[in-house]
């Protein structure tokens, strides 16, 4: 019985916005896109501001709350009173009207609480007053944000790594990386350096994010998270240990010090075989003895830094 009854609400619903906007077009109101924007915060009231210049008798008119598609019911108000039979599901219990002002022109409506699923909807006001239908009154796009929480950043000093994380926000936001060099200088991190990035939809409609970037040769990196319809950006800097921040390139360091010790044991080298040329056998045979150990030592050497 209860599945029937719901889909004779949806039927119903569906033939009430469907004999509105077939009047609305015998009367030359076409449907058009919204004019403007309204901004809200996912789970806080929005207020759809609309308000007409001339007075009515609230007992004469119908006034629809809806989206531009004729198929979406926010509210209802006719004969003097609410009608909220025909409701859309999916704005029960969150709507909200001014029914005291309406006879001064206050048509706005609360949307307590704003979610994730109202993002982008197109909506408007149609007013019917005595068979006098104005229709696209205070078009509105609806836009809804949530702020992602601060950025948390965890270094990996082993693979040279930083990763940034957060959640909680909406819509899909922009993330970005920025590095500091031991100069002061900065740059933004682009890929090959951004490793991942990873953004998630979470069940409540917002969004995760994380990302992974190299910071080789960087003294600190910033992890910025960018909010398009808040325009609110959070961030988080993490300087990185200090064991890691002057590592330019581990391969180049071996060769630096591969080179230092070449041309100290190529010294030593020389110098004892010309003292062996001018010395006596005793210490012809001391300088031979020393100068083999050192050679020793660097290939040994050479074999543990390869």
Known sequence: MKTIIHGCYHVINRFVMLYVGVTL???????????????????????WQC????????????????????????HYYRNGKEDLEHQSVSFKNRTKIFPDQLRSGNLSLIIDPLMPEDNLKSLKVVFNHAGDIKDKLCQTMVHVAANFKEPNIEINQKKMTATCTTQGGFPEPELAWISTDHEGHERALEPPDVLT???????????????????TGSKTVTCTVYNPTSNKTVGATADLPAGTQRITSPLINIHRA???????????????QL?????????????????FILHGRFLCLMQSLT
Request: glycine share 6%; proline share 4%; charged share 15%.
């Open 275 to 291: 003292t062996y040329l001018y010395t006596p056998n005793k210490l012809k045979l001391l300088f031979y003895d020393f100068t």
């Open 51 to 74: 308000t007409l210049s001339e007075q009515f008798d609230p007992e004469k008119v119908g006034i629809y709350w809806q989206n531009q598609n004729n198929n979406e019911m926010l």
């Open 258 to 272: 591969a080179d230092q010790l070449l041309f100290y044991l190529l010294s030593i080298t020389v110098t004892s």
């Open 197 to 215: 990035l990873q953004i998630h939809k979470e069940e409540d409609g917002t969004y995760s994010i994380i990302s992974t970037a190299n910071f």
């Open 25 to 47: 077009s015998l009367c030359g109101f076409p449907l058009v896109a919204a004019s403007s924007e309204t901004n809200g915060t996912r789970g806080e009231p929005l207020l």
